[in-house]
Nanobody
C-alpha cells in the first residue's frame, strides 16, 4: 500500500513562489506515475502536472511555464515548484500516484490509484 503525504502549502501573495512536496511510503515509487491535481472551492478537481519515471513530464496549459514537477527518488519525494502564482491557483493541491497510466489518460484523476490528503495553497491579491 502506497501512502502519500503532501507538504509545503500556505498563504502567499500574487507573484510569489511556493514549493510543494509529496513524500511516498509503503513501496518504491520509482517506476510509478506521479501527479499533482488541485481543487478550488466549488470546482472539480483538475490536473496540474505529472511525471513518468522515464522523465516524461506533463502540464496543464494553465500552469505551463510557471510550475515545474520533479522527482527525488533517493528521498521518495515528488516536488511541485510553483512560480508567479496567481489568485486562480488557489486550491487544495493533491498528490497522486499510479503504477501505470496511459498517456492519453494521464490528466484523468480516475486513473490514479493512490492519493494524498491534500495541502491548501492560497494566493492573495
Amino acid at each position: 500500500q502506497v501512502q502519500l503525504v503532501e507538504s509545503g502549502g500556505g498563504l502567499v501573495q500574487v507573484g510569489d513562489s511556493l514549493r510543494l512536496a509529496c513524500t511516498a511510503s509503503g513501496r518504491t515509487f520509482s517506476t510509478f506515475i506521479m501527479g499533482w491535481f488541485r481543487q478550488a472551492p466549488g470546482k472539480e478537481r483538475e490536473f496540474v502536472a505529472a511525471l513518468r519515471w522515464n522523465g516524461y513530464l506533463y502540464y496543464a496549459d494553465s500552469v505551463k511555464g510557471r510550475f515545474t514537477i520533479s522527482a527525488d527518488y533517493a528521498k521518495d519525494t515528488v516536488n511541485l515548484q510553483m512560480n508567479t502564482l496567481k489568485p486562480e491557483d488557489t486550491a487544495v493541491y493533491y498528490c497522486a500516484a499510479s503504477r501505470e497510466v496511459l498517456t492519453s489518460r494521464i490528466r484523468l484523476q480516475g486513473d490514479y490509484e493512490y492519493w494524498g490528503q491534500g495541502t491548501q495553497v492560497t494566493v492573495s491579491s
